[in-house]
T-cell receptor, first 117, second 112 residues
Framework: GAVVSQHPSRVICKSGTSVKIECRSLDFQATTMFWYRQFPKQSLMLMATSNEGSKATYEQGVEKDKFLINHASLTLSTLTVTSAHPEDSSFYIC?????????????FGPGTRLTVL | QQQVKQSPQSLIVQKGGISIINCAYENTAFDYFPWYQQFPGKGPALLIAIRPDVSEKKEGRFTISFNKSAKQFSLHIMDSQPGDSATYFCAASISGNTPLVFGKGTRLSVIA
């Protein structure tokens, strides 16, 4: 199946710093990528939809100035958490939609564990 | 408003038994229904998916049953194994660029 990678897998940073997370579709082109946030024992919460070459669409309640999303190519989207604070600590997961098939299947990355001290 | 309701929240099944997880949706425009499996600390992995033009789809030990009139779909795991212990999410979307709407998840424990 299609592979989506994320980097880094785990990051610990100090409060006030910015953290960039990369999401790559390795063997397919993804015109659309999605960013999710997941708290322990909870479901995935959609943060934003990222379309290649255009501005991301953020879900209600998600601060676009805090969570900067760039989708510069068909295989790469980045999420930057600016001025991170402890409440931003979470598991961030990206997914990419493979439009080449019939089902518009969405493949998920392995996730990035962010801990803000 | 929760668009996809998933039950049960947790499930314990004996090894070799059948695990059944149910989901109900409200938006009749949904036309794609995948199931994902997630292990702790990992991203969700696509298990199996179905569209409303079929009532059942089987892949190995995993089967989706779909009831369009009732707006319900379920995942059946036959011959459940301890390695199947994970959290399972149902989801739904409308074809095109709309994002998936997820259920709240079911934590499955398969005990020997």
């Amino acid at each position: 199946g299609a592979v989506v990678s994320q980097h880094p897998s785990r990051v610990i940073c100090k409060s006030g710093t910015s953290v960039k997370i990369e999401c790559r579709s390795l063997d397919f082109q993804a015109t659309t990528m999605f960013w999710y946030r997941q708290f322990p024992k909870q479901s995935l919460m959609l943060m934003a939809t990222s379309n290649e070459g255009s501005k991301a669409t953020y879900e209600q309640g998600v601060e676009k100035d805090k969570f900067l999303i760039n989708h510069a190519s068909l295989t790469l989207s980045t999420l930057t958490v600016t001025s991170a604070h402890p409440e931003d600590s979470s598991f961030y997961i990206c997914s990419a939609r493979d439009r080449s098939g019939v089902t518009d299947t969405q493949y998920f990355g392995p996730g990035t564990r962010l801990t803000v001290l | 408003q929760q668009q996809v309701k998933q039950s049960p929240q947790s499930l314990i099944v004996q090894k070799g038994g059948i695990s059944i997880i149910n989901c109900a949706y409200e938006n009749t425009a949904f036309d794609y229904f995948p199931w994902y499996q997630q292990f702790p600390g990992k991203g969700p992995a696509l298990l199996i998916a179905i569209r409303p033009d079929v009532s059942e789809k089987k892949e190995g030990r995993f089967t989706i049953s779909f009831n369009k009139s009732a707006k319900q779909f379920s995942l059946h795991i036959m011959d459940s194994q301890p390695g199947d212990s994970a959290t399972y999410f149902c989801a739904a979307s409308i074809s095109g660029n709309t994002p998936l709407v997820f259920g709240k998840g079911t934590r499955l424990s398969v005990i020997a």
